[in-house]
């Protein structure tokens, strides 16, 4: 009974990320405690369940041969999927133009910001595996007429990397693998232009 409601639990935690999107974008002031918490949340609810549930799912392997094991972890897998994409912004509400790629965590953006305050969560998730591969490629420019923007990034437990804060260019590379993993653009009084292109 215990080991049922450890699984209920797990899922009502992550659960609660599902409203992550709609306050990020009523706050600007403390962003980064905003993101922090998002990323804190959805990693407490992946090791809790790797910690927990690895005795579980080992006397299940013992019943049937890991059949159960392996579309419980399959399912819970396609849940936290579902929930680390509720996080991003709902395309309608991007001030830009998104064309999605194979997934959640790729595609292009182009927007233009006009007096632009906010943060928009564009690319990523949270995912236990995801089947594309572990390895995204980001290329991003910026151009700032006025006002204050910045592409980020947000991996895991870490503190958001800003990966562009003024006029120019980045290209780099991350890992995404049982974690979460979201990136990018906040703006204050903005005023310009950003690409975004992840693959």
């Known amino acids: 009974m215990k080991k049922v409601l450890f699984f209920i639990g797990g899922f009502i935690c992550v659960f609660g990320l599902s409203g992550c999107s709609m306050s990020m974008e009523s706050m ?4 980064d405690s905003v993101l922090n918490g998002l990323a804190d949340g959805a990693n407490r609810v992946m090791e809790g369940f790797v910690e927990g549930a690895n005795q579980t799912l080992d006397s299940l392997s013992e019943v049937d041969e890991g059949q159960l094991k392996d579309h419980v972890l399959e399912t819970y897998g396609a849940f936290v999927d579902e929930i680390g994409a509720a996080a991003l912004t709902p395309e309608g509400k991007l001030k830009g133009t998104l064309s999605k790629g ?6 292009s953006y182009e927007a233009i910001y006009s007096d632009y305050t906010g943060i928009e969560l564009v690319f990523g998730g949270t995912t236990l595996r995801r089947e594309e591969g572990n390895t ?3 290329e991003c420019s910026l151009s700032l007429e ?6 980020f990034l947000l991996s895991g437990s870490d503190d958001p990397v800003t990966l ?3 006029t120019g260019k980045y290209t780099g590379t991350v890992k995404v693998d049982a974690e979460s993993t979201y990136i990018g653009v ?5 005023d310009g232009t950003v690409s ?3 693959t």
């Open 186 to 190: 906040r703006g204050r009084n903005a």
């Open 28 to 31: 600007m002031d403390g962003a």
């Open 146 to 151: 006025n006002g204050d923007a910045a592409i």
């Open 164 to 166: 562009l804060s003024a």
């Open 196 to 198: 975004l292109k992840v």
């Open 136 to 138: 995204l490629k980001i």
């Open 102 to 107: 194979t997934d959640n965590y790729t595609g």
